[in-house]
């Protein structure tokens, strides 16, 4: 079955720190996986998906398939980086339907 | 362009009660879905449809009916609600094709049931 794993619920660190947050997933077919940020008082959004290879508000993520990972980093965090993130696995190939993992609490203190 | 419309926000209700969350969307987008968003347990998909007429289970479909007759709607039902089912809910849509799984989120709605 298809399964996406974020270890950790939260995640603190200061402003200017680099950020990881972790998440892994169990697929057997080819996996198409992307990262949704939901801020204060806002609606879940996409923040990047891996086809799309891009960086987005500094973000960046490699699909690593040898360690089924999809790890979204930044350099330097920033306070409005704050925020409830959700890695998600498309369930098939080409399918709107989404796995979504259990969400990491990202703080960045001052 | 209102993209994807919740009602209610906020509803509390008594357990035994039914309700249906609204759910629209003006972005012509055929795949719509259900999500329910608990403490720790992250979006759970409850149903989904690909377009009008079509409707599928997700993964916690039980106490939840769903029904698609137009594009543009596609609301929730709880026939008879329990407090397990106190939860967030969010609809989602996004177009089929080229752009799937691209998901545009409703506010969500925030439902209690006592």
């Known amino acids: 079955a298809q399964r996406v794993t974020q270890p950790e619920k939260l995640l603190s660190v200061f402003k200017g720190a680099p950020v990881e947050l972790k998440c892994n997933y169990s697929y057997s077919g080819s996996p198409e996986l992307f990262w949704y940020v939901q801020y204060s008082r806002q609606r879940l959004q996409l923040l990047l998906r891996h086809i799309s290879r891009e960086s987005i508000k500094g973000f960046t993520a490699d699909l690593n398939k040898g360690e089924t990972s999809f790890h979204l980093k930044k350099p330097f965090a920033q306070e409005e980086d704050s925020a409830m993130y959700y890695c998600a696995l498309s369930v098939s190939e080409g399918s709107e339907k989404l796995v979504f993992g259990k969400g990491t609490k990202l703080t960045v203190n001052p | ?114």
């Open chain 2, 1 to 114: 362009n209102a993209g994807v419309t919740q009602t209610p926000k906020f509803q509390v209700l008594k357990t035994g009660q039914s309700m249906t969350l609204q759910c629209a969307q003006d972005m012509n987008h055929e795949y719509m879905s259900w999500y329910r968003q608990d403490p720790g347990m992250g979006l759970r998909l409850i149903h989904y449809s690909v377009g009008a007429g079509i409707t599928d289970q997700g993964e916690v479909p039980n106490g939840y009916n769903v029904s698609r007759s137009t594009t543009e709607d596609f609301p929730l039902r709880l026939l008879s609600a329990a407090p397990s089912q106190t939860s967030v809910y969010f609809c989602a849509s996004s177009p089929t094709g080229s752009g799937a799984n691209v998901l545009t989120f409703g506010a969500g709605s925030r439902l209690t049931v006592l």
